[in-house]
């Protein structure tokens, strides 16, 4: 049974950072750096999901939605089954529940932000920025 498991958020004053942690379980290693693609979501109340980014198995191509490209990076660690969102620079608008995701479906530009593109998902992890 895969699990995935967020940890990491918590309140930070707008301009600060913090770094979100996904432990992911139930995938062998092969299949975790071989098939396994990842993303993170968040959802603020009040609004709709989105997706913040997505990576391919190896690491090597990334997504970012344009609301956070150049402030968060998201990277993983296949041999630790690990996903990482670096957040940095972060304001009010980034206040919001966040989820990992992991899937088998090949990401591409036209799916990596769509929920349904995914078949696991973590219960999330809040995230609070104040101004």
């Known amino acids: 049974q895969v699990q995935l498991v967020e940890s990491g958020g918590g309140s930070v004053q707008a301009g600060g950072s913090l770094r979100l942690s996904c432990a992911a379980s139930g995938y062998t290693y092969r299949d975790h750096y071989t098939y396994v693609y990842m993303g993170w979501f968040r959802q603020a109340p009040g609004k709709a999901r989105e997706g913040v980014a997505g990576?391919?198995?190896?690491?090597?191509?990334?997504y970012y939605a344009d609301s956070v490209k150049g402030r968060f990076t998201i990277s993983r660690d296949s041999a630790k089954k690990m996903l990482w969102l670096q957040m940095t620079s972060l304001q009010s608008e980034d206040t919001a529940m966040y989820y990992c995701a992991a899937g088998r479906r090949p990401l591409s530009g036209g799916n990596w932000g769509v929920w349904e593109t995914y078949n696991y998902w973590g219960q999330g992890t809040q995230v609070t920025v104040s101004s």
């Open positions: 990576i391919s198995p190896g690491g090597d191509t990334t």
